[in-house]
């Protein structure tokens, strides 16, 4: 499963880079954002750099297009997991093989609900897993709705900045260092959240 995923993210990756320049960046920055939020598997991260590889100076447009489109998708995986769970949800789970983590996702949100929404919405840990099980625990939306803001909003406005600040030349290692890069910001956070 690693190796067909691997292998996905290296293809869109090839067809990102094919489709920046064109008039539909925006429509498929919008696609991609919106669905990894609720059932897709691909990071919209990926097609972000390659957008803003050719267009760094509208950082703070794609960066709020990715937030805006990917906290609407998160909308529908709470939608799923509040009102279709047995019928659309359940299958989800079980493709991705997410069964155990529901469990483990229940109890970081009976300790803490914003938190667990908000490393979700910022780490590599499969934010859809959180946005349908938010929806089926019920999870209170304004608390859904802020902490995903914040954290897709720091996710996908880091990118942006780091591009705009190191353009080209931060790309390959922005897709190839990803998970690290965004866990240890969140571990930082983190550290600051226990000792402030």
Do not use: C
């Not at 993210?9 to 990894?36: C, M, N, P, Y």
């Amino acid at each position: 499963m690693k190796n067909l995923i691997k292998e996905y993210q290296i293809k869109i990756k090839d067809w990102s880079v094919r489709h920046v320049t064109g008039g539909r960046a925006v429509f498929w920055l919008a696609v991609f954002s919106f669905s990894e939020a609720s059932f897709f598997l691909i990071p919209p991260d990926i097609l972000l750099v390659a957008i803003l590889s050719v267009t760094s100076q509208r950082w703070l447009y794609y960066s709020s297009l990715a937030t805006i489109f990917s906290v609407l998708g998160g909308f529908l995986g709470y939608a799923i997991g509040f009102l279709f769970f047995s019928t659309i949800g359940e299958p989800i789970v079980s493709f991705y093989n997410l069964h155990e983590q529901m469990l483990v996702v229940s109890q970081h949100f009976s300790d803490n609900a914003f938190l667990a929404i908000f490393l979700s919405a910022f780490t590599p840990i499969p934010y859809k897993l959180f946005t349908i099980s938010a929806g089926f625990f019920k999870i209170d939306l304004l608390t859904f709705f802020v902490a995903s803001l914040l954290g897709r909003g720091m996710r996908f406005f880091s990118v942006g900045f780091i591009m705009k600040k190191f353009g080209k030349q931060m790309v390959s290692y922005i897709l190839k260092y990803f998970d690290i890069i965004s866990l240890l910001i969140i571990l930082v956070v983190i550290i600051i959240l226990l000792f402030v």
